[in-house]
């Protein structure tokens, strides 16, 4: 069965989206982009990001904001408002109704439409390699049977048998699963780059009842990029008396910067806006632009714009016959929602949090996707899948946590992992099975230990234990250690590692956090004596396997290394910079040694005392600080050196 | 035995309708893999132009400095950066004197001078293995208007 994709066709820019896996997924444009804008020059064929990057050059032939005029006729106030506002041509076509008129000949709505759907479903089918012949389409809740027929008749020039056209509002819920819960009033704001809507919505049974809907048609984010760009000319002209929005070159970098900073300020509270060398002054010297901006000054700047939206508002519950209160839940759409102060005015005039998780730009797309899903019978049919609510893992040496199966895994899924001994001649390895989020085993719950023994006699390191998870779909755990080289095996089997209930994963996830910083610590610390162990071992093997190699002081400097690093491990209360500054200085002693090594090699003499101190002097210039740190420990060590 | 021929054919209906959540199971994932599999590079791309994006912003202001500032050494370190972006894979788009091609190119304005070529590259393109990593802005000739 074909897939059936969701378009949000839009008055500036328009969004595909579609289910797969039973999750709902934005499909990207051929140019990799989420969004296309709605903007088509029928005569060249150009749809989408193209058109737009001509449309100064040819703006008779490229059509846009063609939602306007979608069954209407010419008379209509909504069209002699677009006629003043867009550059083509709009005539009287077939029954009165408004059409492009473009190198002499006549588009319909419905045509220009199209092409945007037609690119729409090119990609999909790109996208998913496979044919598509359905959509759901949405409709502003506001349009009439007429313009309804008109979206269904653009999808089917386009190619598509349109399955449903469907409210843009009513998607928006659709997209946060409101349609799941039972009788709700939801109220949908949504401020995209052009146009405002808002609309009170009466869900029961999973059926939407539109109850009322209001709007601007002509106010979006556009209008707030202004307000930033005629204020950042202004602040230039006080300071510089130079008109930039006269400099078509410097006009055109203010307004990117305007809209990049209006992006920035929806997350950080000040930005700063650099355009270097924007223009020239009056003795020819070069002009920079560079202004702060904060979050409270461009609030000042569109508050006016802000409280625009409210009177619709207002006016839409009066028309649902309901206040504030009523309403349960409260959706956001379109990007300029991201908005803070938006959110914050939405939040206190209806009091309670919106709803706004879902990419503003896209959710009208996903909720039409999720009624294309659900009319596929996709959406029923989803296999529910659990995942492992928390990480799985096994100690390891210093009793840190290895993970080994991610918590979110969905399941059935499996692990495997080589591990290996931490001393010579170790014959057994015990495997702690641990659940949980903090870093250290202990901390986490351990759900059963097996030993694997047998293991035949090496030194550290050498054996190679495979260690394996998997976990059924029936929430079982098996747990294996395997050692390769006799093929020995041990396991254990956990019955219900992904069952916990809702509050236990919940309190576990808590305490991870609570501890994050004390955990971080504690991990460090453990592997930092890793380290220093590991050390010390490779320290004692090279002086064993370097043998006569090693002269006779160097090796006593570093056994007396090894013994302070050995003292510092064993003591109890210990802190991580010691730790680290006594491997580092063993280490310091460790190079010298294998400098001379090399030096030793490749010159006739025998081990020449030259060579290995400007090796040492080298060394310790490079890591000063290190040294200075480590001054005490050191004077002892260099007494026996050459210093030039 | 009714009883039983019910439950036969309750199995079997359920039985064919798992079979079926398998296949598609096993068809989305499939199809997933294939996708992964072409779109990889195309993903690898659409990462590094993102970040190639932001450097390039700089590159421009250095540009602009060096352009005003004519020192030796800036300019060294600007045709580093650019060397940098080449071996990067990336490339200018061509524009003085092109014909404008919106694939490429954005055009901002209108100019005196031949109709639809690029008169005035107001801000550089660049592309990444052929993908755009922005287009040029540029002015484009409107043709010399006819008075009728």
Partial sequence: ?644 | MASRIKDFKKNRQKLADLEEKLKRALADYDNLEKRILGQREALSNLAKIEILDKFIAVLDDLERAEKHLRNKGLSMAVSQFRAVLTSEGVREVKAKGEIFDPETMDCVGMVEGEKNLVINPVQKGYLLNGRVIRPAKVEVGQGKKMIS
């Fill in chain 1, 1 to 644: 069965m074909s897939k059936i994709i969701g378009i949000d066709l839009g008055t500036t820019n328009s969004c595909v989206a579609v289910m797969e896996g039973g999750k709902p997924k934005v499909i990207p444009t051929a140019e990799g982009e989420n969004l296309i804008p709605s903007v088509v020059e029928p005569v060249k064929k150009l749809v989408g990001r193209v058109a737009k990057r001509q449309q100064i050059l040819n703006p008779d032939n490229t059509v846009y904001s063609i939602k306007r005029l979608m069954g209407r006729k010419i008379d209509d106030p909504m069209v002699k408002k677009a006629q003043e506002m867009v550059s083509y041509e709009i005539v009287k076509g077939k029954e009165e109704m408004a059409v492009a008129l473009i190198g002499g000949k006549e588009y319909t709505p419905q045509e220009i439409s199209a092409r945007i759907l037609q690119k729409a479903k090119s990609d999909a089918e790109a996208y998913l390699g496979e044919k598509v012949e359905q959509a759901v389409i949405t409709v502003p809740a506001y349009f009439d049977d007429a313009q309804r027929q008109a979206t269904k008749q653009a999808g089917e020039i386009a190619g598509l048998k349109v399955e449903r056209i469907i409210n843009e509002p009513t998607a928006a819920s659709l997209a946060y699963g409101l349609d799941k819960k039972k009788n709700e009033t939801v109220a949908v704001y949504d401020l995209g780059g052009g146009t405002f809507d808002v609309s009170v919505l009466e869900i029961g049974d999973g059926v939407f009842e539109v109850k009322a809907t209001n709007g601007d048609t002509f106010l979006g984010g556009d209008d707030f990029d202004q307000e930033i760009i005629n204020f950042i000319a202004q602040e230039f002209k006080k300071e510089q008396g130079i008109d930039l929005k006269k400099d078509k070159q410097a006009l055109q970098r203010i307004r990117d910067a305007a809209e990049k900073a209006k992006i920035e300020l929806s997350s950080a509270t000040e930005t700063e806006i650099n355009q270097p060398f924007i223009t020239q002054g009056k003795d020819g010297n070069p002009l920079h632009l560079t202004m702060k901006l904060t979050r409270a000054k461009l609030e000042e700047l569109v508050d006016e714009l802000i409280q625009q939206t409210m009177k619709p508002v207002k006016e839409c519950l009066k028309d649902a016959k309901i206040g504030p209160s009523d309403i349960d839940e409260v959706v956001l759409v379109g990007g300029q929602t991201r908005m803070p102060k938006i959110q914050a005015l939405v939040k206190e005039y209806f009091g309670k949090e919106p709803n706004k998780s879902v990419n503003p730009d896209e959710v009208v797309a996903i909720g039409a996707a999720v009624q294309g899903g659900v009319l596929a019978g996709e959406v029923s049919d989803i296999l529910l899948l659990d995942v492992t609510p928390l990480t799985l893992g096994v100690e390891t040496l210093g009793g840190v946590r290895t993970p080994l199966i991610e918590r979110n895994s969905t399941v059935p899924t499996s692990k495997s992992q080589i591990f290996s001994t931490a001393s010579d001649s170790q014959s057994q390895v015990e495997i702690n099975v641990l659940q949980g989020e903090r870093p250290m085993a202990v901390d986490n719950k351990s759900l059963g230990r097996f030993i694997l023994d047998g293991i035949p006699p090496a030194p550290r390191g050498i054996p190679q234990i495979e260690v394996a998870f998997d976990i059924d779909s029936n929430g079982i755990l098996n747990v294996s250690a395997k050692d390769k080289a006799t093929n020995k095996e041990q396991k254990i089997t956990i019955k219900n590692a992904t069952h916990l209930t809702e509050e236990e994963v919940e309190q576990m996830k808590k305490e991870a956090e609570k501890h994050a910083e004390e955990d971080k610590t504690k991990k460090e610390m453990a592997d930092a004596r890793n380290q220093a162990d590991a050390l010390m071992i490779s320290a004692e093997k090279t002086l064993k396997e370097g043998g006569d190699k090693v002269k006779k002081e160097d090796k006593e400097k570093i056994e007396a290394e090894i013994k302070k690093v050995k003292e510092i491990l064993s003591k109890d209360e210990v802190k991580k910079e010691e730790i680290e500054k006594a491997a580092n200085n063993l280490s310091e002693e460790l190079q010298k040694v294998g400098a001379a090594m090399y030096a030793a090699q490749q010159s006739d003499q025998p081990a020449g005392d030259q060579p290995q101190n400007t090796a040492a002097d080298k060394n310790s210039g490079e890591t000063a600080t290190e040294k200075e740190k480590a001054g005490e420990d050191k004077s002892k060590a260099e007494e026996g050196e050459v210093v030039e």
